[in-house]
């Protein structure tokens, strides 16, 4: 109906900025009306993201707490957990009917991570959880900050009663709403668990190869098969192979291309010590390096955003089974800022000479420069403001490890080698996710891949393997994106 009713406008009369957003919102639609008889094709809980964990970042995250009407709010999301719980489980069954079920290394993750939650006060007698803690701390700054204003701020004002009863209310919630709901989530998995294999790829799935191609289509925008990106994606490990030599060779190192990769990974000066002084170290780099390229954007950019940026660690809870790094939007009046999350569980996967590039696409130039300003355009509809193609995301991320190279950014040779770490990690993205879906790769045979063409960790390489198989096509994004920019330039 809603595409009938926009067919039915006379698109000729529109300007040409609306005239772009009528020609996508179509797009969208019909492709959204095509698309529907994939819409189980995918893993509603998987160790990369879901349900489970969202509820988690939402609150922690997003869930500010200025007044007492916001705190009761979080309350009553809490107490909405089994509702939304019971849900995700009629998602995860009609899926299972489907025969759509998450291969076996998927379980372990999820149930831990899901058991984690309701780790500590008051499901058990630990340490406050993550979600207690969080009321409890939002909530003490809300007094402190009452105490400082001799008016009241809007709502009703905190007092040290009020307070108290709040976190009871919260603490009941978390006990009879939160633990239940997630005890049931986890045996449902548990069960599900007996029925899973070892088989990874979608073309297990009924028309699996047919849905990959699709999905293909839409992650990149265009229309190359699975075949000719595993083959783009193999020209450009070799191409990036050989600008690693030349670096390899300025260093005066002696040995091969693997023996340098294996140092690399290796050598103790290339990585901050597992410990809270050398993860709180990464953070502190970090933030100097997006700081300091801050103040080369007026060469670069005309428009910059006004929302901040954060640089901040993955949380605990969640830390083993998340990504390496990734870039959360401010919120729509840039009140909250952008968070640039860089994943500090195992400082073997983190190394000092990729940080630069990381800091580069997670946050400036990168994703910050392109989705905080996108939210703050004004008059395009908000399907442009919050919607978004993966390969232009990615794509411009990828491209954003690069540009800084043209402004002086990689003095260092070992930290333009991290630059072309990351380029080539995105390469065999395309050889491996196209290696999974469509040429029954296994697992290991993708984890081979990338452990003897990258310099990558072992638990990186397992972690990206894994998020191959739960998000088919994603991950060729970045490289199809970023060429397309470099060619359009």
């Not at 670096?247 to 290339?270: C, P, T, W």
């Amino acid at each position: 109906k809603q595409v009938a009713e926009l067919k039915s406008f006379d698109r000729s009369k529109l300007d040409q900025a609306s005239a772009l957003s009528y020609d996508l919102l179509v797009q969208s639609m019909e492709q959204e009306i095509k698309d529907n008889k994939w819409r189980l094709y995918n893993y509603p809980v998987n160790q990369m993201f879901g349900r489970h964990s969202d509820v988690v970042s939402l609150l922690i995250n997003q869930h500010r707490i200025d007044n007492i009407e916001d705190a009761k709010n979080y309350i009553a999301r809490l107490n909405a957990v089994p509702a939304l719980f019971d849900q995700l489980i009629a998602n995860i069954e009609a899926r299972t009917a489907a025969n759509i079920i998450p291969p076996k290394f998927v379980f372990p993750h999820v149930i831990r991570d899901g058991k984690n939650i309701i780790k500590g006060a008051p499901f058990d007698d630990g340490e406050p959880s993550a979600l207690l803690a969080d009321f409890t701390k939002k909530l003490t700054a809300l007094s402190k900050k009452e105490h400082k204003k001799e008016n009241k701020i809007e709502g009703s004002h905190l007092t040290d009663s009020n307070k108290v009863m709040l976190i009871d209310a919260a603490t009941l919630a978390l006990s009879n709403s939160v633990k239940p709901a997630y005890q049931k989530l986890v045996a449902h998995l548990i069960e599900l668990e007996t029925k899973a294999t070892t088989d990874d790829g979608i073309w297990k799935w009924k028309d699996g190869d047919n849905f990959y191609n699709v999905a293909l289509k839409r992650t990149t925008t265009t229309d190359l098969s699975s075949d000719q990106i595993h083959d783009i994606g193999l020209k450009e490990v070799e191409r990036i192979h050989n600008e690693m030599r030349v670096i390899k060779d300025e260093v005066n190192f002696d040995g091969d291309l693997n023996a340098f990769m294996q140092f690399m990974r290796e050598d103790d000066q290339f990585y901050h010590p597992n410990t809270d002084a050398g993860k709180a170290k990464y953070l502190s780099e970090a933030t100097t390096l997006i700081n300091d390229m801050r103040l080369k954007l007026d060469e670069m950019f005309i428009t910059q955003p006004k929302a901040e940026l954060d640089v901040k660690a993955v949380e605990a809870l969640r830390e083993r089974s998340a990504g390496k790094a990734f870039y959360e939007r401010p919120s729509e009046d840039g009140t909250r800022p952008s968070l640039y999350y860089a994943n500090l569980f195992d400082m073997k996967a983190m190394p000092t000479y990729q940080m630069e590039a990381l800091a580069y696409h997670e946050g400036i130039p990168g994703h910050h420069m392109q989705l905080a300003i996108q939210q703050e355009l004004k008059d395009i509809p908000k399907f442009r403001k919050f919607g978004g193609y993966t390969a232009y995301i990615e794509g411009w991320g990828l491209y954003s490890e690069y540009l800084p190279k043209e402004f002086g950014a990689y003095q260092d040779p070992y930290s333009d080698f991290g630059r072309l770490a990351m380029e080539l990690w995105r390469a065999c993205r395309l050889v491996v996710d196209t290696g999974i879906h469509s040429k029954k790769w296994t697992r290991e045979k993708g984890i081979a891949f990338y452990s003897d063409n990258t310099p990558n960790a072992v638990s990186d390489v397992v972690k990206m393997v894994e998020r191959h198989i739960v998000m088919p096509s994603q991950a060729t994004a970045y490289k199809i994106g970023m060429l397309k920019i470099l060619e359009l330039r």
